[in-house]
């Protein structure tokens, strides 16, 4: 199984970014998909979650500008990033678990490489 995240960079204060998640080695239609990141000195948070139909959840801090989708005909998953802010800046990991009725109390087991997001002013 591997989970291999792109997209990351660095971009101005209010600007986008789209990171992407390429899937191999399960079943990608039939697990709940999320992604977190960790900033330095921070534990490491969940940002949004998906689930097969492509129904999602997101963390408070994101709702209105992240959009979390994903192609289950490519084995790609999504996170559209608008309005970033510094406070943004982290590692961005992508991350596969068990199929759940609710995929926010999954435990992610498989995890990507991360992809370095910094926003500056």
């Known amino acids: 199984v591997q989970l291999v995240e792109s997209g990351g960079g660095s971009v101005q204060a209010g600007g986008s970014l789209r990171l992407s998640c390429a899937v191999s080695?399960?079943?990608?239609?039939?697990?709940?998909m999320g992604w977190y990141r960790q900033a330095p000195g921070k534990e490491r948070e969940g940002v949004a979650v998906i689930d097969d139909a492509g129904r999602a959840s997101y963390a408070d801090f994101v709702k209105g500008r992240f959009t979390i989708y994903r192609n289950n005909a490519d084995n790609i998953l999504y996170l559209q990033m608008n309005s970033l802010k510094p406070e943004d800046t982290a590692m961005y990991y992508c991350?596969?678990?068990?199929?759940?009725?609710?995929?926010?109390?999954?435990?992610?087991?498989?995890w990507g490489q991360g992809t370095q997001v910094t926003v500056y002013l």
């Open positions: 991350a596969a678990g068990p199929l759940a009725t609710d995929c926010r109390r999954v435990v992610f087991g498989v």
């Open positions: 080695g399960l079943t990608y239609s039939s697990v709940c």
